[in-house]
Structures are given as C-alpha cells and as structure tokens.
C-alpha cells in the first residue's frame, strides 16, 4: 500500500472508485505535469450530501461535504495516476462551490473542510491555492461542489 494510502487509513478514509462522470465530460484531464478534475459533488457511500448552508445545513455539516468532495478529488487523482500514487507532487489550486442563501458568508469555513483534509492527508503537498465560491444553487441538490488542479512529479 503507498505511503498515502496509509496515511488515509490512518485517519479513517478509504478511496473508493473515483465516480463517473454524469454528463457529457471527462472527469480529469492531464497535461503536462498537471491533472485538472472535474468538480466532484458532495456524496458519501449513503448517496448525494444535499442542502443548503444558512437554510437547513450548518457550517459543520458543509465542512463535512466538502470532505468528501476531497476524498472524491483523490479517487480521480489516483485514476489519473494510473493508480501510482508515487506520480503524484502537490495540490496546485481548488475551486470550491457552495449551495447557500445570499446571505451566507462563511463559503470559506466550508471550503476548510476539505482544505484542512488535504493537508491532514498530505502534507505540505496538501497546501494549495483556492476560491470558495458561493452558488445559488448546485447539480442535483448538492451542497457542496469542488474541482481541483494537482501538480505530477
């Protein structure tokens, strides 16, 4: 098992298959030495993580979703990898997207949640560049929405 891989036990997480796409496109491109994901949505192993923060979601319970974009981001970074995690160099920037009310400002606490896993999970590759974006509303419900861009060795 990589070095990664262990580390994610270790706090509890297994990837699981990095999900299909549900639409027309690709789920991760690779140029160069960059890998550049699709957004991932938020969904655990019971389904599709749905709400919106400042109506019926709290700042935990997005910071929660967001995780698990994450874990979804480094599915796809592992197919990307052709499963060799050792390719892998850094997080370069997220992108994440938040279902909320317009009067919800805390997009960056939520965001955090899959930030702080990244570097949890990493390290020092884990730290990255980000946007955390408010939204109306997400595909199919969701809460939570994130793309990311990662850096190959």
Do not use: W
Not at 22 to 29: E, I, T
Not at 70 to 78: M, T
Not at 145 to 153: C, H, R, S
């Amino acid at each position: 098992m990589h070095p990664i891989e262990t580390h994610l036990a270790e706090l509890g997480v297994t990837l699981p298959d990095a999900p299909a796409p549900a639409a027309n496109y690709v789920p991760f491109v690779v140029i160069g030495k960059h890998v550049y994901v699709s957004g991932q949505i938020s969904q655990d192993e019971h389904g599709l993580i749905k709400g919106r923060l400042g109506e019926d979601l709290a700042v935990e319970q997005g910071a929660a979703a967001a995780k698990r974009c994450a874990i979804s981001l480094l599915a796809q970074l592992k197919k990307a990898c052709g499963g060799d995690f050792d390719r892998f160099a850094r997080v370069v920037k997220l992108v994440g997207f938040v279902n909320s009310t317009a009067e919800f400002i805390d997009q960056p606490k939520v965001i955090n949640g899959a930030s702080d896993f990244l570097v949890a999970a990493l390290g020092d590759a884990g730290r990255h560049a980000r946007s955390a974006v408010s939204a109306v509303s997400l595909p199919l419900g969701v809460a939570v929405e994130i793309e990311a861009i990662f850096e190959l060795k």
